[in-house]
């Protein structure tokens, strides 16, 4: 099957890099990012996740910046790919719910998120790595600091993960 992710990394044996479009990635098992979140919980409690959030947030608006400056992609092309390959680098499957760059809110949600599936089961929503990429994304298409909520997450018991940004 293809996958316009995978098929374009770059490796670099000499360096023990992977890069796409030059920018580094790694791959990492999901529990790993779990257990050092649930390790984080038990020394700061529920801070956790604006932690988490913040970290994805980072790569959420660099990616969102770059394709717009780079590749001239639209906010809509940005939403598309970076929905794209949230599911094509393992991070489940992506769906646009709602896009309204105008009103300025987008929601997403999430099918079968590693995070809530390596986490368990919880009483509230886990997948702060992928609430913060939204954030950061949705930040730098609307131009303003946004509100970032998982509103059903899968370790909750919900069916899938759902994010709702707005700004």
């Known amino acids: 099957m293809e996958n316009s992710i995978l098929d374009n990394l770059d490796y670099d044996a000499d360096s023990g890099c992977i890069s796409f479009q030059d920018v580094r990635y ?3 098992r999901p529990d790993t990012v779990v257990d050092f979140q649930k390790a ?3 020394e700061v409690g529920d801070r956790v996740a604006e932690m988490m959030m913040a970290g994805g947030y980072t790569g959420g608006s660099r990616s969102s910046t770059r394709y717009k400056e780079v590749f001239n992609y639209s906010d809509e092309e940005i939403v598309a790919f970076m929905c794209t390959m949230g599911g094509e680098i393992g991070w489940g499957k992506f769906e646009v719910e709602k896009l309204d760059t105008e009103g300025k ?3 997403v949600v999430v099918r079968n998120s590693p995070f809530a599936e390596a986490y368990g089961t919880a009483d509230r929503g886990v997948c702060h790595m ?3 990429v939204m954030a950061g994304m949705a930040a730098g298409i609307f131009g303003t600091e946004v509100r970032s ?3 059903l997450c899968r370790a909750r018991g919900d069916e899938l993960c759902r994010f ?3 700004g």
């Open 26 to 28: 790694m791959v990492m």
């Open 40 to 42: 984080v919980e038990v």
């Open 105 to 107: 809110e987008l929601i």
């Open 130 to 132: 992928i609430r913060g």
């Open 149 to 151: 909520e998982e509103t």
């Open 164 to 166: 709702v940004l707005q």
